[in-house]
T-cell receptor
Framework: DGGITQSPKYLFRKEGQNVTLSCEQN?????MYWYRQDPGQGLRLIYY???????QKGDIAEGYSVSREKKESFPLTVTSAQKNPTAFYLC????????????FGQGTRLTVV | GDSVTQMEGPVTLSEEAFLTINCTYT??????LFWYVQYPGEGLQLLLK?????DKGSNKGFEATYRKETTSFHLEKGSVQVSDSAVYFC????????????FGSGTRLLVRP
């Protein structure tokens, strides 16, 4: 089945540590996105990538980094510079047109302990 | 900049009641409009979409009409069920080269038996 897979579902991190969230898709989509969701709030765009080896900052990129070495993969690293990293992180992918839907993964809940 | 505004929740209804969740947008050009639904602890799923003015998107008894004159895309359902309890997000896709999805803050719907 085609889809988008995020792992792990739950992640705990100590303060000061970097952590990488995985996102893989087998939909042959060009575009991939990372969003952050805080309780009771909407989705805020962290980074997005329209093509392999290229990505752009979203609205809240500070303290995060990404790579896009393969079309299928778009990992997100939450660095120690991110002051408030506890949140629900959602990865999505879409065809590179404006009228097609985005497909979302199941999300990763990151908690800093 | 482009933005989406949704009515604040939670919206609490009895089963079989009529549902309206308001959504208005600000955008240059003619964006595509979407409604996504999020069940607890999961990612988002596309519920319906409309790509041009006066289009009506519909799915699972939900519908929304793209109203350019009022810049609105209100979600409606004639008779809600307990299983419709979720968070609903209105979104637009920018029609520049980024095709970024911009989300509203979400509206939580709770349907009581």
């Amino acid at each position: 089945d085609g889809g988008i897979t995020q792992s792990p579902k739950y992640l705990f991190r100590k303060e000061g540590q970097n952590v990488t969230l995985s996102c893989e898709q087998n939909l042959n989509h060009d575009a991939m996105y990372w969003y952050r969701q805080d309780p009771g709030q909407g989705l805020r765009l962290i980074y997005y990538s329209q093509i392999v080896n290229d990505f752009q900052k979203g609205d809240i990129a500070e303290g995060y980094s990404v790579s896009r070495e393969k079309k299928e993969s778009f990992p997100l690293t939450v660095t120690s510079a991110q002051k408030n990293p506890t949140a629900f992180y959602l990865c999505a992918s879409s065809m590179q047109t404006g009228n097609t839907e985005a497909f979302f993964g199941q999300g990763t809940r990151l908690t800093v302990v | 900049g482009d933005s989406v505004t949704q009515m604040e929740g939670p919206v609490t209804l009895s089963e079989e009641a009529f549902l309206t969740i308001n959504c208005t947008y600000t955008a240059t050009g003619y964006p595509s409009l979407f409604w996504y639904v999020q069940y607890p602890g999961e990612g988002l799923q596309l519920l319906l979409k409309a790509t041009k003015a006066d289009d009506k998107g519909s799915n699972k008894g939900f519908e929304a009409t793209y109203r350019k004159e009022t810049t609105s895309f209100h979600l409606e359902k004639g008779s809600v069920q307990v299983s419709d309890s979720a968070v609903y997000f209105c979104a637009l896709a920018r029609m520049d080269s980024s095709y970024k999805l911009i989300f509203g803050s979400g509206t939580r719907l709770l349907v009581r038996p």
